[in-house]
Structure formats: C-alpha cells, structure tokens
C-alpha cells in the first residue's frame, strides 16, 4: 500500500506536504472526522483526495456547483484519478453509466451536490456502495449567520446518522470562531478533530480608495496595474453588474456580466468563458465565484461595499491562488454606509438578524477606516494576530489621522438643526453647501443661510466633509431615518461628542495611490523572467493552449503558469529533469514530457 506522500508525489508531482495537510490526512485515515478552516489556494481538496485514493471504496464530495464539479473532475482525470460527478447537467444515460461505476467500484472520487445527495434514489446508490469518506466542501454554506447560506447543506448531517463509521471532512476558507462553532453542531462534528491554519494570503495586496466616479477609477486601476489580466469585478446589483460590463467592454477591456437574474445557459456559458480564456475579466454579483478553481485571477475588484468581513474576504481569496501576486481593490464611499444600513433596516428579517447584520456591517466599515494595517484588522476578526505587512495600502503609504473632534461637533450641529424641520429631507451634498457658505437656491429658499452653522466649515473640502460624515456613520455617531424620509440624525452616541466630552481622531483622505502602484510592480519582480526564459514560457504557454483545446478544458487543468515558469527557467533536457518539477506528476510526465521537452529544445 503506498504511503500520503508516494501518492502526493507520484500522482499530483508535489514534494511534500503544507502546513497541516499531512495531519489532517491521518486523522482521515485513522477513520476519524476533521473540519477544516484553510485559505483559499491552501490546499484543501488534497486533504480529501489522497485519503479517497488509500482508503478502501469511494470518497463522496459534497460540493454547491456544477462548474466546479467538472473543473476538478477534469484535473483528476488529467492526473489519471478516476473521478466523476452526479449532477442536472448529465442526461439519464450518463447519470446511470456513473452510477454502474460507483456499484462496481470503478471510482475514486465522486461530486454531488447536496440537494442530488439527498434524493432517495441518491441514498440508495450510496447504501449499496462502499464509500471511503464523506467530504463537504464550502462547509459554511451551513451556516445560517454566515454570508452564503444554502439550506440544502442544513441535511448533510444524515451522512453520519446513516454512515456513523465514515470519516467525514467539512471544509471552508472563510469562518470565525462562532461560525466554525455552528459548521460543527450542523453536521454533527462536536467530536472532530479542527484544524485552522493561517487565514493570511501574503501575496494578495489590499487596497481601498474613496470612491470618485468609481467606473473611471476602476478602469484606471485595471489599465494601469492589470491590463491583460483575468480579474473579477463584484457588484451590489444586477443592473450595475450588466452596467459595469458594458463600460469596460467599450473602453477596451474584455468583460461579461454574471448574475442570478441571466438564463442559466448565458451564466454557464460566461463562466465556462471565463475559466478557459485568458485575460477575461467577469464583473458579477455575489452569485458567482464560490469554488472557481482559476488560479492565474490577478485582481479581484468591489465598486460596492460587501455586508460582511467574512464575505470580503471570501471573494477576495479567489485572486491569485496560484501564490503570484494578485491585487483585491475596493472603493467605497459615503452611499455605500447609507445603502447598506437601508438593507438592513428593511430586511424581512428579525430584531435578532438586523442586530447581527449590524455587527457585521460595522466590522466592514471598521475595516475600510482603519488607520492601521488592513491585513492586520481582517485576520483578528478571524481570531488572528499578526506583525503589520507592508503589503496593504495602509502599510506602504500610511494614511494620516487628525483630530476631528471640532469638524465632527460642527457637522453634528448642521444635522440636529436640520432635522427639526421634520417632513424635510435634506441630503449630504446640502449639509456640506451649508457649512461651507454655499447660497445655493436650495439654501436660499430654505432660509439656511440664517443658521448659525452656515459657513463654519469652509475650512475643510467637499471631499474632506464627505469623509467626516462618512466616518460618522461607521463609527455610529450618525444614523439616518429611513422610517421618515432619509434624513439623517443624531444617535445616543452624539451627545459626548457635541458636548466635548470625547475626541474623535479621523482618517485624512488623500488622492494618491501612486506608491501603492508601485509597490505592486516590485512585488512581482521575482516572477520576471530572463529574456530567454520568456521566450520559452510563452512557447509553453502556446503549447498548453492548445492541448487544452484538444482536451476541453481549462489551460491550467493542464499546467498551472507557476509549473510552466520552472521549467522555462530550469530549462530540463531529460524525463527525470523534469520530473522534479513541483507539478509534474507520474501521469503528467507520461502523457506531456517528450513534448515539454520538444517545446523547451525548439525555443
């Protein structure tokens, strides 16, 4: 019987293990259960895979979707595992031909999806099977606080009430401690051995700027930092998703709209696009993303503020799991506060559900105005501490703080005189003409001119007012009224601030992320290549595409660019040359070695 480590070296061509594969591997092995919390782009699926090809039967994989069923089934099958899958995309000809396989034994891995797992016939197959484990992937779709919930995941803990002798493996990228908690309850798992590794992704470089025109500054960020890029644009709505996608098409960037509100046909086929092109960009909502296995996704991009840190951080880790540098770029502004608190204020949800939306925004505003280290403040909310970075805007241009305490008094002052003209609604923009001195007509006609705070704060900028009341909103200081006419008022908080009795140190906003930029630019020094290693990265880069055409999958089902890169530098002339190379596995090297070899030799 070979051993975990001949078969992560024979089939998947890796030396050794990560951080606590080789651990969460023997505690399968042993037969005991693990819930597994492991960044994006960690390794995850290996944790499951090798012990399906040791133990005696099939490993079951729960996972919420199609596209990425057969994305992994055909990674597997290019390394010569033999995997399947179960889902509403097969006819019944292909469905019963898995099945014969699962009976007689012929699988390795098969994917489901929950809601097929669940179906009697489902069930039945499973009972007459021999199954090796049970692992659930995207584990916190059970997690009713979470920020995916799917209620299809809430059955899954009949896996052990009907198979209590499998081992089972709950996986996830993204759970705090209270999430983690309910992911074990829900399934069953109080008696799993857990295993959390680091949240932190190095090589992601975060960045939020204050939003000013938010489709320019995106298009910007894209040309100046990742033209050519594969990247994902996330947006609040559907219209804004389709909106965003045709602004970027027609300014040169090749981009497709993804969301819940497009046939499933259009969806599937941008998807697949997206997977298999290179330099795609897929602008979507929140509908899209969760298991996509494309490695090479330079940047990941938010024009409107996520709900949740755990959300943020989920969608961002889908950039560069390849552990090449890659950009998650957020720009946010003074609307994306009062947006998301009119969510939550009219959610059909209890007092108990707003409350816990309300943490959660407040943790995500926290995030955006934070004076420290952004990776910093995202990893403690997962319940890790670390050194600031130097790898996030914060940490390579340090925004100033200043005392804001007088600025905030006066604009505090403007909105309580202002909400005592109850039926009126008067918004940011009027609030900053006022303490500006602007006699705009509106001011006029209202007599705002006469109030003791018109033109009090014409020290300060249009964009410096904005940011103020911005920060008050998230610090809680400021709320709006969304029963009455959205106007915005005081909260309890208010009353130590007007009366001097706290001081409140702000955030100065600044237009430049020039040093950003370039940070950026030096981070990805040590991928550059020698001309001569170019010259044969990109003939292997030729070659790749065009198996993978031959094969219908995506480029890096074949090779990922990170292999590639090694053999354009190690430039190997023999099969155990390029045996060594992380990536290239027993299967690998039989099928494509001579003609690595060939590619290499002719550049």
């Not at 969806?267 to 969760?290: C, D, N, S, Y």
């Not at 890659?326 to 009119?342: E, F």
């Not at 100033?400 to 909105?415: F, M, N, P």
Request: proline share 4%; glycine share 8%.
């Amino acid at each position: 019987m070979s051993t975990p480590l001949e078969v992560l070296q024979r089939v998947f061509g890796y030396e050794s293990f990560r951080a606590e594969q080789q651990a969460i591997i023997d505690t399968l092995m042993a037969g005991n259960d693990a819930l597994v919390l492991m960044p994006t782009g960690g390794g995850k699926s290996l944790c499951y895979q090798i012990p399906a090809l040791l133990r005696p039967g099939t490993g079951v994989v729960v996972s919420p979707l199609i596209a990425l069923m057969q994305d992994q089934v055909d990674a597997l099958t290019e390394l010569g595992v033999r995997a399947a899958y179960l889902n509403s995309s097969q006819d019944w000809r292909e469905a019963r031909d898995v099945e014969r396989r699962m009976l007689n034994g012929e699988l390795d891995l098969l994917y489901v999806a929950p809601e097929r797992l669940l179906t009697d016939r489902c069930l039945e197959l499973l009972s007459r099977s021999r199954i090796a484990l049970f692992a659930i992937d995207e584990a916190h779709c059970v997690s009713q606080w979470g920020h995916d919930f799917r209620p299809e995941y809430l059955g899954l803990s009949a896996l052990h009430e009907r198979w209590p002798e499998v081992p089972r493996i709950a996986l996830t990228a993204t759970a705090t401690a209270a999430t983690r908690e309910e992911i074990a309850r829900r399934l069953s798992l109080e008696d799993a051995a857990h295993f959390v590794s680091s949240f932190d992704r190095p090589n992601i470089l975060y960045r939020i700027v204050e939003k000013n025109d938010v489709k320019r500054q995106l298009l910007n960020f894209i040309r100046e930092e990742h033209m050519g890029d594969s990247g994902i644009v996330y947006c609040l709505s559907r219209s804004r998703v389709e909106d965003m996608a045709a602004f970027l098409s027609q300014n040169g960037i090749p981009a497709l709209p993804y969301h819940a509100g497009m046939d499933a046909a259009r969806r599937a086929e941008h998807q697949a696009r997206f997977l298999r092109e290179e330099g795609l960009v897929m602008t979507a909502t929140i509908a899209f993303g969760m298991g996509v296995n494309k490695p090479d996704v330079r940047f990941v991009a938010h024009v409107d503020l996520p709900k949740s840190v755990e959300g943020y951080y989920q969608e961002t880790g889908r950039a560069g799991r390849d552990g090449e540098p890659a950009t998650a770029w957020m720009a946010y502004g003074l609307q994306d506060v009062v947006q998301q608190r009119r969510m939550i204020d009219e959610s059909q949800g209890d007092d108990q559900f707003k409350r816990r939306s309300g943490r959660q925004l407040d943790a995500m505003l926290g995030l955006c105005e934070t004076v420290d280290c952004r990776r910093q403040q995202l990893l403690a909310y997962f319940g890790q501490n670390i050194a600031p970075c130097g790898n996030c805007d914060t940490c390579v241009e340090p925004p100033e703080s200043w005392d804001g305490t007088v600025a905030a008094q006066k604009l505090l002052s403007a909105i309580f005189r202002l909400w005592r003209e109850r039926g009126q609604r008067y918004g940011a923009g009027h609030l900053i003409d006022i303490l500006r001195g602007r006699l705009t007509p509106r001011v006029r006609e209202n007599g705002h001119e006469t109030l003791s705070v018109f033109g009090v704060g014409a020290d300060l900028s249009d964009q410096a007012w904005r940011s103020v009341l911005r920060q008050l909103l998230a610090k809680g200081l400021v709320t709006v009224d969304f029963e009455g006419h959205g106007t915005l008022m005081l909260t309890d908080d208010s009353r130590a601030v007007l009366k001097g009795e706290r001081t409140l140190m702000l955030r100065r906003e600044t237009l430049s992320a020039g040093r950003a930029t370039r940070m950026r630019r030096l981070s990805t020094a040590d991928a550059h290549l020698a001309p001569d290693e170019q010259l044969r990265f990109e003939a292997l880069r030729a070659w790749r595409a065009e198996v993978a055409r031959e094969h219908g999958v995506p480029a890096y089902v074949i090779f990922h660019d990170a292999t590639l890169r090694e053999i354009a530098r190690g430039n190997p002339q023999s099969l155990e040359e390029l045996s060594h190379v992380h990536g290239v596995g027993v299967r690998k090297l039989e099928a494509y070695g001579e003609a690595l070899l060939e590619c290499v030799a002719e550049v």
